[in-house]
């Protein structure tokens, strides 16, 4: 009869001594099938290439954002471009309800802030209240119907 050790609650994992390597994407050697060439061509038509702008965590704070984007000015033209307005207290109201809708715990998820930023983007508002109505659309977006109801 063979008795197996059972880990227990208190006896912590330890730690794989190696560093975790990098590993480059593979590299192929084939041509692109026509199904892949199409693919790639819709995506740079649609401007997939081009630099986006994003929301970034600054300073101590988690909740204190900024532009992440290597000229501040520039992004901040095309974020509010993004979202359909020229008016920077519309910008800041709409930035910190997206923050508070990605919280948890008072520190906010980036990556679920930029995704709801993107879905706002790419319905291409042309004033805020499509703007708005782009951010209830998006997943989080569902969170403040459910929360208000």
């Given at each position: ?23 480059t994407?593979?590299t ?12 790639m ?10 630099q ?98």
């Amino acid at each position: 009869m063979t008795t197996r050790s059972k880990r227990t609650a208190a006896t912590p994992a330890v730690p794989d001594p190696k560093p975790i390597e990098q590993k480059t994407p593979p590299t192929t050697d084939r041509e692109p099938t026509a199904k892949e060439l199409a693919a790639m061509k819709k995506v740079v038509a649609r401007g997939g290439e081009t630099q986006t702008v994003k929301l970034k965590a600054s300073g101590k704070d988690s909740r204190t954002f900024e532009i992440d984007y290597d000229d501040k000015v520039i992004g901040l033209a095309l974020l509010m471009d993004a979202v359909g307005t020229t008016d920077s207290d519309f910008l800041q109201g709409l930035t910190s309800q997206l923050v508070n809708l990605n919280s948890k715990n008072g520190e906010f998820d980036q990556c679920g802030l930029n995704f709801m930023l993107s879905v706002i983007k790419g319905v291409e508002p042309s004033d805020q209240l499509e703007a708005m109505l782009a951010g209830l659309t998006s997943p989080a977006g569902c969170k403040f119907y459910v929360i208000s109801t």
